[in-house]
């Protein structure tokens, strides 16, 4: 006969966390209750185990060893049947597909699967011993299911709390488990009067730690606590798995805090889990704060993670955890990454001016024989650069010609961006090259061309910005051994543009000429533009023809340029120039019959309709193409150019 609970005040003191709802609760009860055999428990099901017999033959019996979920499903859930020799579901798909069958009249008949027969011959403390072998070795599914199966269907053995908390920590399979398991059969174990002890409810955190369930994890929490049940340092990690599973990295990082003020040993797998959740959504802020925690407790963490941390927050340009793990593992020679992420470490202090770990990832370099690219050189400028070292900038140039690798315009583009910004003065950026010079270095002529591309840029501010480009000309051959080239003409003529020195300007195309150096489009676009500047037409169509003739084509700003300059003159070259196809391109032509003839209009046009145009074809692809098939190439610059392009400027306004 049960006694009545009497809740006074006596309870209360000796039980203060206890609630009247406990006696409500869905699962897990306080008091448990005798069940009778006849009950929905793990037993109860013996006769439904043994039903699958019916359905097959012995020899399918016999050689069928394959176990899964839907076996365990059939098994530990009771199901309504219409004989011993079949399971049939009526209007339920469960299970694996290969374990369905179609019966008569339309039912779906589920077959369950037999047992190893190893397993049959077993002992049943054998049994009772390799399940918790298999549990605490590799929960798996299919293979607790089959013990269980053995003991319970065939040996007729009355479940306890470490079966179901076999087949509990059983769901902890990546691919049969599942929380909803977990719930029936915890209500199971409570409708059944069997209590779910601390070991029950530790190992269903366990399982949630695999598939998070919030819900189920706060009734498993909340009943630890009101049965005074404290959670084990596994369960706390397990806890703060099903956290971070389902992304609630503040609360997990609350509870990692907790842990450590209880003095409770952080597992290294927790951490790494932890780690490798937060660098996915790069929060890399808080994974250097956990790893500097982990080393200052003297924890050591996996060269994968440090590998891996390196690797996302050096691609996601993070400065401080990048500098921390190279620092950490690289540096002191624990680890050597590939060079896709060196270079990416080698970008974060391109892009942060951080020369130190420029430098580190440098001399690794060095030190494992690896040559550098020509971008690596690039980012170690840019590095200087950054820093505001421009004198080391030009060195690293320096080191990239002497290495074989040439200069390119995107080699100093960073190192004349900077001294454009900070209006650094063409004369001291011209003495760091002599002070290279001067210690042995090799300076290449794209750090030359920098120098006096600026002079280009002060001329804004500085009046005599192209004297003294003309003056850093006159002594480039003492400071590099190969000489101007059509870059640095190209440059002297745009200072000399922006000046307005056409005295400077005739000096560079005699000069041009005279060394036998090939001018480029560019060259002829910005002589042309020099001249229409000027007001003087005439000389700017002789270049343009020679432009012409040597096959070139004119940039997209430059013909721009002309046209503004030539728009509305009453000027005929000007009118030729603004009127001519190569200029004017897929713009439409003005005609003027007072200014400009037919006749003359056609002699200009006449080499673009020798073929048959092409609708189809773009304007400026097509012309390209056309005037290559038309013009001679490999030409130089003739002695009759010198002659033609001196008089043409001569006639210039001073």
């Known amino acids: 006969m049960s006694q009545a609970l009497i809740v006074d005040g006596l309870w209360y003191c000796l039980c203060p966390s206890f609630r009247h709802s406990l006696l409500a609760r869905s699962f897990v009860s306080l008091t448990p209750r005798r069940a009778p055999l006849g009950s929905r428990a793990l037993w109860s099901s013996k006769k ?131 929380p909803d398991n977990v719930r029936k059969l915890l209500k199971e174990m409570e409708e059944n009067g069997i209590a779910a002890d601390s070991g029950t409810l530790h190992s269903a955190l366990q399982v949630l730690a695999v598939h998070p369930d919030y819900l189920l994890r706060q009734d498993i929490i909340r009943t630890l606590h009101d049965r005074w049940l404290p959670l084990s340092p596994a369960g706390w990690h397990h806890l703060v798995a099903g956290l971070i599973r389902e992304h609630q990295f503040e609360l997990a990082l609350n509870h990692i805090d907790l842990l450590e003020r209880k003095g409770i040993y952080v597992e290294t797998w927790l951490h790494c889990l932890l780690v490798y959740n937060l660098c996915d959504i790069e929060e890399f802020d808080q994974v250097l704060a956990l790893m500097k925690s982990r080393m200052a407790q003297d924890l050591g963490m996996t060269m994968n993670l440090w590998l891996h941390v390196l690797d ?14 190279w620092k950490q593992v690289v540096e002191l020679g624990f680890l050597n990454p590939s060079h896709g992420i060196c270079s990416n470490v080698l970008t974060v202090a391109s892009r942060t001016g951080d020369t130190e770990l420029g430098a580190s990832v440098i001399r690794f370099f060095a030190e494992t024989e690896v040559p550098l690219s020509s971008e690596d050189y690039e980012k170690l400028a840019e590095t200087y650069v950054m820093a505001g070292d421009i004198y080391e900038a030009f060195k690293v140039l320096c080191w990239m010609e002497d290495s074989g690798s040439s200069l390119v315009e995107s080699s100093t583009r960073s190192v004349l961006t900077y001294l454009i910004r900070t209006r650094t003065k063409p004369l001291d950026a011209w003495s760091m090259l002599k002070r290279l010079k001067a210690s042995k270095r090799k300076v290449p002529i794209g750090c030359a061309n920098v120098v006096i591309e600026l002079c280009e840029h002060a001329t804004a501010y500085d009046p005599y910005a192209a004297d003294d ?35 400077a300007c005739m000096f560079v195309v005699k000069e041009m000429a005279a060394l036998g150096v090939t001018p480029n489009s560019t060259t002829f676009e910005r002589l042309i533009l020099i001249c229409l500047d000027s007001g003087n037409f005439r000389s700017g169509y002789m270049y343009f023809q020679d432009l012409i003739d040597r096959g070139l084509i004119l940039s997209e700003s430059a013909r721009d340029e002309i046209c503004n300059s030539c728009h509305d003159l009453n000027d005929e070259f000007a009118v030729r120039l603004s009127l001519h196809p190569l200029v004017r391109m897929n713009v439409p032509i003005r005609h003027d019959a007072n200014i400009l003839k037919e006749s003359e209009a056609t002699e200009d046009t006449a080499m673009l309709k020798q073929q048959p145009v092409n609708k189809h074809r773009e304007g400026p692809r097509y012309l390209r193409g056309e005037l290559k098939d038309m013009v001679p190439q490999g030409r130089t610059l003739p002695e009759k150019y010198e002659e033609e392009t001196v008089k043409t400027l001569e006639t210039c306004p001073k």
């Open 469 to 503: 480009a003309i003056k850093f000309y006159k002594e480039l051959y003492a400071l590099c051994s190969i000489g101007a080239n059509v870059v640095t003409y190209n440059s002297l003529i745009a200072t000399c543009r922006h000046a307005k020195n056409t005295e």
């Open 312 to 325: 996302v927050a050096s691609e996601a340009l993070h400065l401080a955890a990048t500098k921390y793990a």
């Open 48 to 178: 439904l185990l043994e039903s699958d017999h019916g359905i097959r033959d012995g020899s399918e019996a016999k050689n069928d060893k394959i176990f899964n979920q839907a076996s365990f499903d059939t098994a530990f859930r009771p199901k309504h049947h219409e004989n011993p020799q079949t399971l049939v579901h009526e209007g339920e798909h469960e299970g694996n597909s290969e374990t369905l069958k179609w019966g008569g009249k339309g039912a779906l008949i589920q077959r369950t699967v037999g047992v190893p027969e190893d397993l049959q011959h077993r002992s049943t403390s054998n049994l009772e011993s390799m399940l918790q072998q298999v549990i605490a070795k590799s929960p798996n599914m299919i293979a607790v299911t089959a013990i269980l199966r053995v003991l319970i269907r065939d040996r007729h053995v009355r479940p306890q709390v470490r079966h179901y908390r076999a087949l509990i920590l059983a769901n902890t399979d990546g691919k049969h488990g599942s």
